[in-house]
């Protein structure tokens, strides 16, 4: 493996060549690259090593060795997938150092306007691969065979696709020279910022893209061209930085689209076995997003192999299995994972008549051989009835042959409007336990939000529940009740609890701004004075910190208030509070 990207520490940013650390602190180097893409790699097939990493740009980024054996083995199509050519898919992996960056300080500048499911991962590596296998007569394996691997932390699948097509055929061509060219455009782009549209220059072709933001539409339209640029050439515009064609995906598995859904909503271990890291990592993605606006919080591997580090930690039959949803392409994991609840088997895509042929339910006692067929193979019952209006529509779409962008968009609708559905309820029942804005006072603490009570939720369904927004009939309660076992209620209440905290906190800091502090002072000891003193500081600190929503105006009348304070006090009390 390379020895630029040896293993360590990870870095402060430097150039391609060599630089000093005092030069590449002031410069701050690689800053811009940084916010889009942590590295590039380039990953070779080597006869006496097999899959080697050849390549890591920025050169003196560093990768642990855990980190790099798994860029190495998830980069390469196992031998069953039989991929020929040049193939695109993803995958997913642990961060293995863990000593946080120095930009990495910078992401609520991202997150904070960012929707949940869209957030910089602060634990894991996204690796976007453009493989390619031809037949070569010069080497002596016979084939040519190579990866050019993009490691970010945004999941932008449709983005980083995009440049890889672009740059990948290009880079195979002319080598070294090219990748150094195109990461050095890379670190001129503006970072990412939620809610703008962005021009993206890379090999003469201008990427035009909308970075999504929390109070976007959840239909975002595609981002119009920048009238007053006049850009040579017109920018080749993407509709989405990270939606996959939700209904390619999902051809094979429309009729237990809703199954699928309730079993990514309660966090449900599931394999997906395909025949390709391709469609194994599509397949996934899709899955992940069927949960948007809820933020999907359970592990997933868009593609997994039996070389990765986690192997042993998904196989094992000692526990039950993790909350993880698995991609594979390796027929031996039908055996390995035999004990996990949930198998999802899909096949080439095959058109039989205008429906796409439609995996069976099938029990999990079935999987017992290599050649096991397509199928869903699980035990679990659906909690909702299937919406038999939608599977009219789509077939009704196929036979009238309408656009796929058109078929993609309407099962999305309809997954993020069930999605919403389930939340409002949970969302209401929530922002009833907090407290009155009239019960807080600014000289007391503020009060608690009152504590999450299943019961008392389930009851306020009857008349404020799901059926209010959604037609299907169904275990309504059934599903709430296994929703608050799984991860993804934890993730969303602790969440949805730390806002209303901070809303809290903003509230109480506004009441002691508008409060007349000279009439307060009057009767109060120094020690009760200078409490107030700190206190307000450290809500300061906090608000300025973007820990609570407050405004400018306001944080300003709470310096004024501090200063009011202060003066108030001895001067030897002000001298401690305000050492020069």
């Given at each position: 493996m390379d020895p630029l990207s040896g293993a360590g520490p990870r870095r402060a940013r430097g150039r391609l060549g060599a630089?000093?650390?005092?030069?590449r602190a002031a410069a701050a180097p690689w800053a811009r690259f940084s916010a889009w893409l942590e590295c590039v790699c380039v990953v070779t097939f080597d006869l006496e090593l097999g899959q080697a990493l050849e390549l890591v740009y920025p050169s003196d980024f560093r990768l642990t060795d855990k980190e790099k054996s798994s860029i190495c083995y998830l980069s390469f199509p196992d031998s069953h997938s039989g991929c020929l050519g040049d193939t695109q898919f993803s995958f997913r992996i642990r961060q293995c150092g863990r000593q946080k960056?120095?930009?990495h300080a910078e992401d609520w500048h991202y997150n904070s306007g960012a929707p949940v499911s869209l957030q910089?991962?602060?634990?894991?590596?996204?690796g976007y691969v453009y493989f390619r296998q031809v037949k070569d007569s010069s080497v002596k394996r016979g084939y040519f065979q190579k990866s050019l691997v993009l490691v970010s932390r945004l999941p932008f699948v449709r983005l980083f696709q995009a440049l890889l097509s672009l740059i990948a055929p290009e880079y195979f061509d002319k080598l070294a020279p090219c990748l150094e060219a195109v990461c050095s455009e890379i670190d001129q782009w503006p970072a990412p910022m939620p809610g703008q549209t962005l021009n993206l220059p890379v090999m003469g072709v201008v990427l035009q893209v909308h970075v999504p933001s929390r109070v976007d539409r959840p239909e975002h339209s595609p981002p119009k061209q920048c009238s007053h640029e006049n850009l040579l050439p017109a920018p080749v515009v993407l509709t989405s930085v990270h939606e996959l064609d939700l209904f390619r995906c999902f051809q094979p598995v429309l009729t237990h689209v809703q199954t699928l859904w309730e079993l990514m909503l309660?966090?449900?271990p599931l394999v997906v076995l395909a025949p390709s890291?391709?469609?194994?990592?599509?397949?996934?993605?899709?899955?992940?997003?069927?949960?948007?606006?809820?933020?999907?919080?359970?592990?997933?591997r868009p593609y997994f192999t039996i070389h990765d580090s986690e192997f042993k930690e998904f196989t094992t039959r000692t526990q039950a299995p993790p909350n993880v949803v698995l991609g594979v392409t390796n027929p031996f994991f039908i055996k390995t994972l035999q004990h996990w609840p949930h198998i999802l088997r899909v096949g080439e895509p095959k058109m039989s008549g205008d429906l796409p042929k439609q995996v069976k339910l099938k029990k999990p006692s079935r999987l017992k051989t290599l050649d096991t067929k397509p199928g869903l193979y699980t035990t679990y019952s659906a909690h909702l009835h299937r919406d038999k209006a939608l599977l009219k529509r789509l077939l009704k779409g196929l036979q009238k042959k309408r656009p796929w962008d058109t078929q993609t968009a309407l099962l999305r609708r309809h997954l993020l409007e069930l999605t919403q559905s389930f939340i409002i309820p949970l969302e209401h029942y929530m922002a009833s336990l907090m407290p009155l804005q009239k019960s807080i006072t600014p000289w007391k603490?503020?009060?608690?939000?009152?504590?999450?009570?299943?019961?008392?939720?389930?009851?306020s369904l009857e008349h404020a529940g799901p059926q209010l927004t959604c037609i299907l009939k169904g275990d309504w309660l059934g599903l709430y009740r296994r929703f608050f076992k799984s991860p993804h209620f934890d993730g969303w209440y602790r969440q949805r609890h730390k806002e209303m905290a901070q809303k809290l906190e903003a509230l109480h800091l506004e009441a002691i701004c508008e409060a007349n502090i000279e009439t307060w002072m009057k009767d109060k000891s120094e020690v009760e004075v200078v409490d107030l003193v700190l206190k307000l500081r450290e809500k300061l600190v906090q608000a300025q910190g973007h820990q609570l929503p407050v405004k400018e105006a306001a944080l300003q009348r709470a310096q004024l208030h501090i200063e009011t304070v202060i003066g108030s006090l001895p001067k030897d009390l002000q001298a401690v509070l305000c050492p020069p």
């Open positions: 630089a000093s650390p005092g030069a960056s120095p930009w910089r991962e602060p634990a894991h590596y996204f309660l966090g449900e890291p391709a469609m194994s990592s599509e397949m996934v993605l899709a899955l992940i997003s069927c949960l948007q606006p809820l933020k999907f919080c359970c592990d997933y603490t503020p009060p608690q939000i009152r504590p999450f009570r299943q019961d008392d939720f389930l009851r």
